[in-house]
């Protein structure tokens, strides 16, 4: 799974807004709007709890891109090693 799937189910981008108004609405209708705020600090949280999963997201495939990076850094560095070696080779041949 891509980092943007991930991100997408982790904040949930087609129904989130949905989904916070339904549990705001759900809570008003049990307390009859006596403790709206602790509903809504709760969303707040929510939210929070979600960027911080999204930002985990983020940083993990960053680090992921970094280790191919540096593969990929190495191998050509290598690679550079072994066509001096090469061409060093030739010329102590001629």
Known sequence: MGVLQKLQKV???ENFTQR?????????????????????N?????????????LRILDEHLDNQK??????VEY???QIEKQIESQL????NK
Request: proline fraction near 0%; charge should be positive.
């Open 67 to 72: 280790a191919d990076y540096m593969k990929k």
């Open 20 to 40: 916070a108004n339904l549990f705001i609405d759900k809570y008003r209708i049990i307390h009859r709007g006596l403790y709206l705020g602790l509903a809504l």
């Open 76 to 78: 050509e560095r290598e």
């Open 89 to 92: 080779m030739a010329q102590e």
């Open 11 to 13: 904040l949930h981008l």
């Open 42 to 54: 709760a969303y707040i949280a929510y939210t929070q709890i979600q960027k911080v999963t999204a």
